[in-house]
């Protein structure tokens, strides 16, 4: 769910969005949707092993944020609001 009636200031329904679509919430989605095998890699022999854990998680975040855009650019903005539960964290 994402609005909770016991969020009643401003301040709180911030944190509680910041938490929902930070790139640590957004990469684990990505994980269990098993998205990051099949991003479009920006280089042609990319050294994971090198990679830092932010910039995959950042990464992995914005395959998420792509996949919303499409059904946003598709379906409109009543279906997104469907499909939020999909990113929520437990």
Avoid at 18 to 41: F, G, H, M, P
Avoid at 60 to 82: M, P, S
Wanted: charged share 25%; glycine share 4%.
């Amino acid at each position: 769910m994402l609005w909770d009636s016991s969020l009643t200031t401003a301040g709180r329904l911030t944190t509680k969005r910041t938490e929902i679509v930070s790139n640590a919430n957004l990469a684990k989605v990505c994980d269990r949707w098993n998205l990051y095998d099949y991003r479009l890699k920006r280089k042609i022999d990319p050294s994971e092993e090198n990679a830092q854990n932010n910039t995959i998680d950042h990464e992995k975040a914005t395959l998420v944020e792509a996949i919303f855009g499409v059904i946003y650019l598709e379906f409109g903005f009543q279906k997104i609001g469907n499909t939020l539960p999909l990113i929520q964290y437990p």
